[in-house]
């Protein structure tokens, strides 16, 4: 018979579900970077899930969106949130202290590998974030922000803000 | 980032006014106004935070209303000036949720003396009563109408608690067409609850972590008298309910910035938003505190001041999408 292990509150464990947990797979970022994470954190990822259930990962799961520096933030996110004995509040109190120091550009990295990765709590808390960053924030902010050209002639964009001119009332200028 | 992408996401926790701001940054920004889906991703998402904003009504007199925001940190996400001026000439606020607020018609014989109204998007939807006796509330009244979670608009349900009698009875319409009745006895429950009935100073609000949200939310009463607040908070047990004092302080005493004000000051109105946060108005200024926080003395806040004069009311606000529901018409 298998030896069995204690757990802090004292209860057997069966350790082919311990094996199962400390089992490691190696996820590789978009510039080579190769990171070790236990197969019960990543299974919280929906995409790496499905990845391991089909096997076709062979141990190495290559993320070409990915680059290493946010790889490594949402693997310190995946682990806390898989972490034994970790309670909700714990984990909120971490959700609030791993986002709070982010820039937007970062929480805009991440977003994007929370959705890649579809990873929904993460993703989640990580739009509210940047939303709660763009409060009063300008047109011309948001399009330097993530990017985004403008498809409007000068005169159509003129209509819009006459339009909802009420809209505007706190904003910041765009030259701000 | 893409507008089919993530900022679909990111822009859905946008109040609506942020939106409307946001709308010249590019095509695919002005045209989420009207996609059906992002509509009710924003206006879901908006049931998952805080109202920001809130309407103060003065009391016994039509279309004296302002809006502002419920915490000074936060600039307001308020309805823009041609809402207010039309609610001024054409309803008075009785209830609100998740951005849409339910009017009682201003003029004395309307063929729909009540109406839904998204003051953001114009969308106003009359609403058929059956019987015009339901209406027998007045501005002094407690009302309140929810936006059920999961459903649509067009299963979304009004309960307006009525007090008469000594005897509150939450009445449930759908869209004034079908009727539940859920009925309290709760004022002979609640201990100290019935001195103060009669000068509406005893009023019921939601109680909660997520008012907006959970259909297991409870309710809480609250008693002015000779300005002191005391707060009831209904339990369930198993078999039964009863009410449990949450809190009890004089109005003095509710924040540091409060000590100025002279004892005799009247309070003119008060309201529980948020779940939690207990709004009063008291010499031209509305200030709030979170019951959550107990007798903490930080927990109370100065939020504004207001021009309305004598008794006033308040109906909270979020900036939603949100459409009125089949039927529903824009103004022009």
Same mark, same amino acid.
């Given at each position: 018979?298998?030896?069995?292990?204690?757990?802090?509150? !004292?209860?057997?464990?069966?350790?082919?579900?311990?094996?199962?947990?400390?089992?490691?797979?190696?996820?590789?970022?978009?510039?080579?970077?190769?990171?070790?994470?236990?197969?019960?954190?990543? /299974?919280?990822?929906?995409?790496?899930?499905?990845?391991?259930?089909?096997?076709?990962?062979?141990?190495?799961?290559?993320?070409?969106?990915?680059? !290493?520096?946010?790889?490594?933030?949402?693997?310190?996110?995946?682990?806390?949130?898989?972490?034994?004995?970790?309670?909700?509040?714990?984990?909120?109190?971490?959700?609030?202290?791993?986002?709070?120091?982010?820039? #937007?550009?970062?929480? &805009?990295?991440?977003?994007?590998?929370?959705?890649?990765?579809?990873?929904?709590? *993460?993703?989640?808390?990580?739009?509210?974030?940047?939303?709660?960053?763009?409060?009063?924030?300008? #047109?011309?902010?948001?399009?330097?922000?993530?990017?985004?050209?403008?498809?409007?002639?000068?005169?159509?964009?003129? %209509?819009?803000?006459?339009?909802?001119?009420?809209?505007?009332?706190?904003?910041?200028?765009?030259?701000? | 980032?893409?507008?089919?992408?993530?900022?679909?996401?990111?822009?859905?926790?946008?109040?609506?006014?942020?939106?409307?701001?946001?709308?010249?940054?590019?095509?695919?920004?002005?045209?989420?106004?009207?996609?059906?889906?992002?509509?009710?991703?924003?206006?879901?998402?908006?049931?998952?935070?805080?109202?920001?904003?809130?309407?103060?009504?003065?009391?016994?007199?039509? /279309?004296?209303?302002?809006?502002?925001?419920?915490?000074?940190?936060?600039?307001?996400?308020?309805?823009?000036?041609?809402?207010?001026?039309?609610?001024?000439?054409?309803?008075?606020?009785?209830?609100?949720?998740?951005?849409?607020?339910?009017?009682?018609?201003?003029?004395?014989?309307?063929?729909?003396?009540?109406? *839904?109204?998204?003051?953001?998007?114009?969308?106003?939807?009359?609403?058929?009563?059956?019987?015009?006796?339901?209406?027998?509330?007045?501005?002094?009244?407690?009302?309140?109408?929810?936006?059920?979670?999961?459903?649509?608009?067009? &299963?979304?349900?009004?309960?307006?608690?009525?007090?008469?009698?000594?005897?509150?009875?939450?009445?449930?319409?759908?869209?004034?067409?079908?009727? %539940?009745?859920?009925?309290?006895?709760?004022?002979?429950?609640?201990?100290?609850?019935?001195?103060?009935?009669?000068?509406?100073?005893?009023?019921?609000?939601?109680?909660?972590?997520?008012?907006?949200?959970?259909?297991?939310?409870?309710? &809480?009463?609250?008693?002015?008298?000779?300005?002191?607040?005391?707060?009831?908070?209904?339990?369930?047990?198993?078999?039964?309910?009863?009410?449990?004092?949450?809190?009890?302080?004089?109005?003095?005493?509710?924040?540091?910035?409060?000590?100025?004000?002279?004892?005799?000051?009247?309070?003119?109105?008060?309201?529980?938003?948020?779940?939690?946060?207990?709004?009063?108005?008291? /010499?031209?200024?509305?200030?709030?505190?979170? *019951?959550?926080?107990?007798?903490?003395?930080?927990?109370?806040?100065?939020?504004?001041?207001?021009?309305?004069?004598?008794?006033?009311?308040?109906?909270?606000?979020?900036?939603?999408?949100?459409?009125?529901?089949?039927?529903?018409?824009?103004?022009?």
């Amino acid at each position: 018979m298998a030896p069995k292990n204690k757990n802090p509150n !004292g209860e057997n464990v069966v350790p082919e579900v311990q094996q199962k947990k400390t089992q490691a797979l190696i996820l590789k970022s978009s510039d080579g970077e190769e990171f070790s994470i236990s197969k019960s954190a990543a /299974g919280l990822s929906v995409a790496i899930k499905n990845m391991m259930e089909d096997d076709c990962a062979g141990g190495v799961i290559p993320l070409p969106l990915v680059d !290493g520096g946010t790889l490594a933030r949402v693997i310190t996110y995946l682990n806390k949130h898989a972490e034994d004995g970790a309670s909700d509040e714990d984990k909120r109190k971490f959700d609030e202290e791993f986002l709070s120091g982010m820039e #937007v550009d970062v929480l &805009c990295d991440v977003a994007l590998a929370g959705n890649y990765l579809d990873i929904r709590g *993460l993703f989640h808390d990580v739009c509210q974030r940047i939303v709660n960053g763009m409060k009063n924030k300008s #047109v011309e902010w948001v399009r330097k922000t993530f990017r985004i050209e403008s498809d409007f002639t000068a005169e159509e964009e003129e %209509q819009i803000k006459k339009e909802y001119a009420w809209a505007w009332e706190g904003v910041d200028s765009d030259a701000d | 980032m893409t507008f089919t992408g993530e900022l679909f996401d990111i822009f859905s926790w946008l109040p609506a006014k942020s939106l409307y701001g946001l709308s010249s940054v590019c095509k695919s920004s002005k045209e989420l106004l009207s996609d059906d889906f992002f509509i009710r991703k924003q206006f879901k998402n908006m049931q998952l935070v805080p109202d920001r904003d809130f309407f103060i009504i003065q009391k016994y007199r039509k /279309g004296n209303l302002e809006s502002h925001a419920l915490s000074s940190k936060n600039s307001s996400a308020g309805p823009p000036p041609e809402s207010l001026n039309f609610l001024e000439n054409h309803g008075n606020i009785i209830a609100s949720s998740n951005g849409l607020l339910c009017c009682r018609s201003i003029a004395d014989y309307d063929e729909y003396p009540l109406f *839904l109204f998204n003051p953001t998007t114009w969308s106003c939807l009359p609403i058929p009563i059956l019987i015009r006796e339901q209406l027998v509330f007045g501005d002094q009244k407690s009302v309140s109408f929810s936006c059920a979670k999961k459903k649509t608009i067009s &299963c979304c349900w009004h309960y307006l608690p009525l007090m008469s009698g000594g005897k509150q009875i939450l009445l449930a319409l759908h869209c004034g067409l079908r009727r %539940q009745e859920l009925q309290f006895t709760i004022l002979q429950n609640t201990k100290g609850g019935k001195k103060g009935l009669g000068d509406n100073r005893l009023r019921i609000f939601e109680w909660g972590d997520h008012p907006n949200t959970s259909e297991f939310n409870s309710i &809480c009463l609250v008693k002015l008298l000779k300005n002191v607040f005391t707060v009831w908070v209904l339990m369930r047990t198993s078999s039964s309910y009863y009410w449990k004092r949450v809190f009890r302080m004089r109005v003095q005493a509710m924040a540091l910035a409060l000590s100025n004000i002279s004892p005799r000051s009247r309070v003119d109105g008060f309201a529980v938003l948020n779940g939690s946060v207990l709004i009063f108005a008291i /010499g031209r200024k509305v200030y709030s505190y979170n *019951l959550k926080d107990g007798n903490n003395a930080g927990a109370g806040e100065e939020v504004c001041g207001y021009g309305c004069g004598g008794l006033v009311r308040f109906a909270p606000y979020s900036s939603t999408l949100r459409p009125c529901g089949p039927g529903a018409i824009t103004l022009p």
